[in-house]
């Protein structure tokens, strides 16, 4: 079946130092892979994608590349603002099924001045 | 273009009675999902929509649910009666469906809460 896996928060970071997040899917087809954030309050908005195997998806100084050989797609940004602070969810959607969508649990990131 | 419109953002209920949420997705988008997301959760699928009829919607408790979508623009999630598990927010997203790359647009939610 179609799964994603997120690295568990909560993650505090300072000011202007380096995230990733890690996510890893499983998928019975090629799925197409996506990080959306949440700010509180909110719902859940586009950050990135990426539809095929070695394609970076990039957004607001957020990466991340479909590597199809370790089945992940991990965030990354060089250096994170106090308003990166959200929960990033990674999600996969399986076209071949009607592009039903499968998210991850959620990493919420807090970013400390 | 206008995103994606749910109402209420909140709502406060007691076990057993009923409850109502609408969506407006974005105009032109064929795709309508109604999802669950408890706190600390990622959205868990309830049903999916492709124009006015059902893709999906196995994950949708039957007993107590029910989900419409007249003439394949707004669509309406009811629960009746509500139990006190069904706290969460729920989230309607829209998707223009047109091709693997098209993702989901989501409205800002409708938290509801179970007393």
């Known amino acids: 079946g179609n799964s994603v896996t997120q690295m568990e928060g909560p993650v505090t970071l300072s000011e202007e130092a380096f995230l990733t997040i890690n996510c890893t899917y499983t998928a019975t087809g090629y799925p197409s892979l996506f990080w959306y954030v949440q700010y509180p309050g909110e719902g859940l908005q586009l950050l990135l994608k990426?539809?095929?195997?070695?394609d970076k998806g990039s957004n607001k100084g957020f990466e991340a590349t479909y590597r199809k050989e370790t089945t992940s797609f991990h965030l990354e940004k060089g250096s994170v603002q106090v308003s990166d602070s959200a929960v990033y969810f990674c999600?996969?959607?399986?076209?071949?099924?009607?592009?039903?969508?499968?998210f991850g649990t959620g990493t919420s990131l807090t970013v400390i001045p | 273009e206008a995103g994606v419109a749910q109402s209420p953002r909140y709502k406060i209920i007691e076990k057993r009675q009923s409850v109502a949420f609408w969506c407006n997705p974005i105009s032109g988008h064929a795709t309508l999902y109604w999802y669950q997301q408890i706190l600390g959760q990622g959205p868990k699928l309830l049903i999916q929509f492709q124009n006015n009829g059902v893709v999906d919607d196995s994950q949708l408790p039957k007993d107590r649910f029910s989900a419409e979508r007249l003439k394949g623009v707004d669509s309406t999630l009811k629960i009746q009666p509500a139990k006190l598990e069904d706290s969460a927010v729920y989230l309607c997203?829209?998707?223009?469906?047109?091709?693997?790359?098209?993702?989901?647009?989501f409205g800002n939610g409708t938290r509801l809460t179970v007393t």
């Open positions: 997203a829209s998707s223009s469906h047109r091709d693997r790359a098209s993702p989901l647009h």
């Open positions: 990426a539809t095929k195997a070695d």
């Open positions: 999600a996969l959607s399986d076209w071949d099924t009607g592009n039903q969508f499968y």
